[in-house]
């Protein structure tokens, strides 16, 4: 099932990507595919921060063909800044001026033909080939955003849109027992897009997530979008060192 693990790059695939492509995860409601996955990837050194919005707000930016997803009646919006790195096509080694690239995604969580998924709101990337590849590529809403990063921090400013974040942060220890909520807004397996007024998804595989606690010790951030603004601390926060992930091709739903 799927491709064989065979790379140009020896250390990606090591035996724990094959145990993410064929023994699935306990948190996937639904088998993996059975096609050839398309891309690999690493999410890498993630701070997500998550806000609690109100329904009419969000139903405003989200295509009519995909569901508002909840917990306990509650919505949430997710802005996740993370450094991509290593991905590449299926075969292909990846190109680190490519390749990698400082990211900042703003989603929400939907439903779609009963798979509970993510749908991006915004994605920002510090380089503009990379936002420019990962746009015209997956058809996501890429865009370049003057982003830089360190141990304890990450900075991005957006002069298009107006949106600024300005973080200084530390790593705690790891949640050892993870919340619901935690589990709910991280373990998800499949994104969905509109195009040109159809809905596209593509299914993903990930290993869980390590979650650890961080503290927030500084935070300047300025998101408008629509009639939601975050400028204030994230109801919940959590880091992780990071993910190796499958992605396969777009398809239309």
């Known amino acids: 099932m799927g491709n064989k693990i065979k790379s140009f790059d020896d250390h990606v695939f090591e035996s724990s990507t094959e145990d993410l492509l064929y023994s699935g995860s306990p948190y996937r409601s639904w088998k993996i595919p059975e096609e050839n996955w398309a891309y690999y990837q690493e999410w890498n ?7 609690e919005v109100n329904y009419n707000d969000l139903q405003e930016l ?4 995909l569901e508002l997803d909840s917990f306990n009646g509650k919505y949430w919006v997710s802005i996740v800044a993370f450094t991509m ?3 590449r096509p299926a075969y292909l080694p990846p ?4 390749s990698n690239f400082d990211e900042i995604n ?3 969580y939907v439903i779609r033909d009963g798979k509970p998924g993510v749908y991006f709101i915004n994605i920002e990337a510090g380089k503009y080939l990379s936002a420019f590849l990962s746009r015209m590529l ?4 890429y865009e370049k955003s003057q982003i830089t990063r360190g141990d304890n921090f990450y900075r991005s400013n957006n002069s298009n849109k107006g949106f ?3 973080l200084d942060y530390e790593i705690g220890p790891s949640i050892s027992r993870k919340s619901p909520l935690d589990l709910w807004l991280t373990e998800r397996y499949a994104l969905y897009l ?10 993903i595989q990930h290993q869980e997530w390590d979650l650890k606690e961080v503290q927030i010790d500084n935070l300047e951030i300025y998101y408008s979008i629509g009639n939601l603004i975050f400028d204030s601390k994230p109801d919940l926060c959590q880091y992780s060192p990071g993910v190796k992930v499958l992605a396969w091709g777009m398809e239309r739903l």
């Open 45 to 51: 050194k993630s701070v997500f921060m998550h806000w």
């Open 62 to 65: 989200v295509p009519s063909g």
């Open 85 to 87: 790195e290593k991905i």
């Open 95 to 98: 190109f680190s001026p490519i």
């Open 106 to 108: 703003v989603r929400t």
């Open 138 to 141: 997956s058809s996501l809403p």
């Open 164 to 166: 600024k974040l300005d």
């Open 194 to 203: 509109e195009k040109d007024g159809e809905i596209y998804g593509y299914e």
